[in-house]
């Protein structure tokens, strides 16, 4: 009896991996990796150098370029990881303009969703345990020390904040991840297109990781260019959870408030924005190649008229 019920237990479990339950494996890895790699960029260049003794001078603006090239090399993978199983979507943001105008199951949204803010969720965690150390170094370094709510810095290795400049304005940050992830989801739709000059074998995530480099590199010092609502928002639960209050929800800080809805707003509008833009721009001139008759050739023999030559 016991081997029938585990023999359909397996069965069961069986039939979950091969179908949608697999794919949400799969998101809810990508999703993993990419913010093990990403978040522990941030990491690294915030609290993990200034305080292992590997730094000898500061490297000012020179962080930027590691969290720019650690948030590439986590996509990059992230996409390698879950690209064969789930479409690596990673990014509900993806996932929307791709159930808009990609024929995505919209009965897979709220899953697929589910899955990568979870995985964002644990994987945050991770980070949070291998750093735990390092992030109370640098709070107690800092004159006067810092409390965990009063530390913007180490709060930033997980969720995101607008620049100075842009006061307590709504405006300014929700157009950056706006335009941020109208360039991530119309790059990627580019990309992956087949009909376009799409990368060929398996080298795709690879140029998907540049594409976030250059988003960052360009725009990521605006408002951290989450560009991926289950990006920010996992980590920023994370940090409620471990005592950044505030910064956390609703996403207060000395210059901005109530924050927190920005970094899932502007991706989801943005992300649409991207491939709608693609397919009127780009998409529907490929399409009308394609449907384009082709030129009928003349009999063999006989000179081509001024008709067939058109």
């Known amino acids: 009896m016991s081997d029938q019920v585990s023999h359909r237990q397996s069965a069961a479990w069986a039939r979950m991996r091969q179908n949608t339950g697999g794919e949400l494996l799969a998101e809810f890895l990508g999703t993993a990796v990419l913010i093990l790699l990403g978040c522990g960029s941030v990491a690294v260049a915030v609290a993990g150098l200034p305080g292992s003794g590997r730094q ?6 020179s962080n930027w370029l590691i969290i720019a090239w650690g948030w590439a090399f986590a996509v990059m993978f992230g996409v390698y990881v879950a690209g064969g199983v789930s479409g690596a979507h990673i990014n509900p943001a993806v996932t929307l303009a791709f159930a808009l105008r990609r024929g995505f199951p919209w009965r897979k949204v709220l899953p ?3 899955a990568q803010l979870l995985g964002a969720l644990a994987a945050a965690a991770v980070v949070y345990a291998v750093y735990h150390d390092a992030i109370n170094a640098f709070n107690a370094a800092q004159r006067p020390p810092l409390s965990r709510p009063d530390s913007l810095s180490t709060f930033a290795i997980f969720a995101t904040f607008p620049a100075k400049y842009f006061g307590n304005g709504v405006w300014g940050p929700l157009l950056d991840q706006i335009v941020g992830t109208a360039l991530l989801v119309g790059l990627v739709a580019a990309l992956i297109d087949n009909r376009n000059q799409a990368p060929r074998g398996n080298f795709a995530p690879v140029t998907i990781g540049l594409v976030v480099a250059g988003i960052g590199l360009s725009f990521g ?5 989450a560009i991926n609502p289950a990006r920010d928002l996992g980590p920023r639960l994370l940090t409620l959870f471990e005592g950044w209050g505030n910064k956390a929800f609703p ?7 109530n924050y927190w809805w920005i970094p899932i707003v502007g991706p989801l509008v943005g992300g649409v924005v ?3 833009v693609y397919d009127l721009l780009i998409g529907q001139v490929l399409a ?8 009928v050739p003349p009999e063999p023999g006989r000179v081509p008229s001024d008709e067939s030559a058109d």
């Open 56 to 61: 000898v001078v500061d490297f000012g603006p």
């Open 112 to 114: 697929y969703w589910a």
């Open 221 to 225: 010092t605006n408002a951290g260019y």
């Open 251 to 257: 996403g207060n800080g000395d210059w901005f408030s």
């Open 274 to 276: 991207g491939i709608f």
């Open 288 to 295: 009308a190649r394609e449907e384009a008759p082709a030129p």
